[in-house]
Antibody, heavy 114, light 107 residues
Framework: EVQLQESGPGLVKPSQSLSLTCSVT????????WGWIRKFPGNKMEWMGY???????SYNPSLKSRISITRDTSKNQFFLQLNSVTTEDTATYYC????????WGQGVMVTVSS | NTVMTQSPTSMFISVGDRVTMNCKAS??????VDWYQQKTGQSPKLLIY???NRYTGVPDRFTGSGSGTDFTLTISNMQAEDLAVYYC?????????FGAGTKLELK
């Protein structure tokens, strides 16, 4: 059974970079698509982007200048980096398998605050 | 971006009710719409894919329908365990976009 687990700092200062890891067990990330989605306070959801089985990426244009999704196939992990964060990036961040997202991790709450 | 307008924002329901919620796309998305259920403290779970296909393990009281710009999720015989926020998602156009959610609460 596939499992996804997000990890990373729960608090990031404004202007810094947010870095999260999604650790996948039970399924190889060299198959399928692997994405990041976030849920803001107040329930709004935003699709951020994905990395494919081949390593190609697709990003939400609203984030394109700040976002990077990479992977380490030897560890079966993929990563989110979001640069120059502001308080508006405060959200719960989810990693997921599939495009569109089919199976989601439990999520990690990230607060951007000084 | 394609805007997905969900209605209603919330519904107060009773166990056993038939519940219908809607999602309207700002442009034709074909049948490229999924529905998710998110219970408090949990991650979203896929219910319906391709507008009308029930995902593995989803009870048959959940039914999705629609195409083009208008989509519906129906829960027949509402159960207490179905209390959650429901989201639609279109993936016909980049970026994927979600509706704002419909929250089901008990009367």
């Amino acid at each position: 059974e596939v499992q996804l687990q997000e990890s990373g700092p729960g608090l990031v200062k404004p202007s810094q970079s947010l870095s999260l890891t999604c650790s996948v067990t039970g399924y190889s990330i060299t198959s399928n698509y692997w994405g990041w989605i976030r849920k803001f306070p107040g329930n709004k959801m935003e699709w951020m982007g994905y990395i494919s089985y081949s390593g190609s990426t697709s990003y939400n244009p609203s984030l394109k200048s700040r976002i990077s999704i990479t992977r380490d196939t030897s560890k079966n992990q993929f990563f989110l980096q979001l640069n120059s964060v502001t308080t508006e990036d405060t959200a719960t961040y989810y990693c997921a398998r599939g495009e569109p997202p089919q199976y989601w991790g439990q999520g990690v709450m990230v607060t951007v605050s000084s | 971006n394609t805007v997905m307008t969900q209605s209603p924002t919330s519904m107060f329901i009773s166990v056993g009710d038939r519940v219908t919620m809607n999602c309207k796309a700002s442009q034709n998305v074909g049948t490229n719409v999924d529905w998710y259920q998110q219970k408090t403290g949990q991650s979203p779970k896929l219910l319906i894919y391709g507008a009308s296909n029930r995902y593995t393990g989803v009870p048959d009281r959940f039914t999705g329908s629609g195409s083009g710009t208008d989509f519906t999720l129906t829960i027949s015989n509402m159960q207490a365990e179905d209390l959650a926020v429901y989201y639609c998602l279109q993936y016909n156009y980049n970026p994927d976009t979600f509706g704002a959610g419909t929250k089901l609460e008990l009367k």
